[in-house]
Nanobody
Framework: QIRLMESGGGSVQSGGSLTLSCAAS????????MGWFRQTPGKWREGVAF???????TYADSVKGRFTISRDNDNRTMSLHLNSLKPEDTAMYYC????????????????WGPGTQVTVSS
């Protein structure tokens, strides 16, 4: 079955940390760029961090220095470590495969996970 499944969301206080994970199945995981988006009500999905097939990564300016993305090709998983969390990081976080326009207003991806909620209280 071709799918992505996120886990690890939850509620933390400002300044806290979380680790999100994404498990992939059903496609040639190692060949694709993978990444994370987030979305709040009334807004389109915002690109957060992406890791290419070769392991290089990029980050949105809003999370640079606080979030770290990594991938494990052997286990077909991807992680996002969220540190120094702020209330404005509160969102539904989505794992995605092979995306275009990732930091634009209308990103498109080959495959999305169902999402995991992150809530940061002040």
């Amino acid at each position: 079955q071709i799918r992505l499944m996120e886990s690890g969301g939850g509620s933390v206080q400002s300044g806290g940390s979380l680790t999100l994970s994404c498990a992939a199945s059903g496609f040639a995981y190692n060949d694709y760029c993978m990444g994370w988006f987030r979305q709040t009500p009334g807004k389109w999905r915002e690109g957060v961090a992406f890791v290419n097939a070769d392991g290089t990564s990029t980050y949105a300016d809003s999370v640079k220095g606080r979030f770290t993305i990594s991938r494990d090709n052997d286990n077909r998983t991807m992680s996002l470590h969220l540190n120094s969390l702020k209330p404005e990081d509160t969102a539904m976080y989505y794992c995605a495969q092979d995306c275009e326009g990732v930091y634009g207003s209308r990103p498109t991806c080959r495959l999305w996970g169902p999402g995991t909620q992150v809530t940061v209280s002040s």
